[in-house]
């Protein structure tokens, strides 16, 4: 079965730097997907990305998927504390009924 | 304002009692999902529905069940059998089985067993 690997795990960044995020596929990707969740709550949709080497970006947040379509990654440019959360990369399980999803990457924005 | 709803944001429970845990969206999406979430597990999936009167088990079905009769609704009952299930229970929808990753989520039900 396909295995989403989120690195790292948890991350702390002072506010103004940089980060990235790192999601590795086992398998293939046809469809890579950013959420994020402050703790406690529902997961907001950030972007989606399909095509190898397709880049989106949203504010200050951008995502890349690979060309070969098994890696995909976040970056997020000077940090704001509002960046503060979870952030969970999916792709569609074996069947394309579900979303499969990483463990996630917990980050905290020191002001 | 469309969304979903879940309901109870908090339930305590007794071992050995079964718990119903509500869903009820107004997007007019057609399907529908539940997700489990551990401390560093992320989620994994429990049920999903792509059609009313009809759903599916996903990765982790056992000890759980679930109805479909009506579009906007889809509750997750974590039955006696459920052996650990204390945890963060999550609902999200989508337009239709073409669009399983935009998900919307419910903002989650935490059930604690005492």
């Known amino acids: 079965s396909q295995e989403l690997e989120q690195s790292p795990q948890s991350l702390i960044v002072q506010e103004g730097k940089n980060l990235t995020i790192n999601c590795t596929s086992s398998?293939?990707?046809?469809?890579l997907y950013w959420y994020k969740q402050k703790y406690g709550e529902g997961l907001i949709f950030l972007m989606m990305?399909?095509?190898?080497?397709e880049e989106k970006s949203h504010e200050k947040i951008t995502a890349k998927l690979d060309e070969k379509k098994q890696q995909s990654s976040l970056h997020i440019t000077a940090s704001q504390p509002s960046h503060a959360g979870i952030y969970l990369c999916?792709?569609?399980?074996?069947?394309?009924?579900?979303?499969?999803f990483g463990k996630g990457t917990t980050l905290s924005v020191s002001s | 304002d469309g969304g979903i709803t879940q309901s109870p944001k908090y339930l305590f429970r007794k071992e050995g009692q079964n718990v119903t845990l509500s869903c009820e969206q107004n997007?007019?999406?057609?399907?529908m999902y539940w997700y489990r979430q551990d401390p560093g597990q992320g989620l994994r999936l429990i049920y999903y529905?792509?059609?009313?009167?009809?759903?599916q088990k996903g990765d982790i079905a056992e000890g759980y069940s679930v109805s479909r009769e009506k579009k906007e609704s889809f509750p997750l009952t974590v039955t006696s059998a459920q052996k650990n299930p204390t945890a963060f229970y999550l609902c999200?929808?989508?337009?239709?089985?073409?669009?399983?990753?935009?998900?919307?989520f419910g903002e989650g039900s935490r059930l604690t067993v005492l």
């Open positions: 999200a929808s989508s337009i239709d089985q073409a669009y399983t990753g935009e998900l919307f």
């Open positions: 990305l399909q095509k190898g080497g």
């Open positions: 529905s792509q059609i009313v009167n009809d759903f």
């Open positions: 999916g792709a569609d399980n074996q069947a394309g009924t579900a979303l499969i």
């Open positions: 997007l007019n999406h057609d399907a």
């Open positions: 398998k293939t990707l046809y469809g």
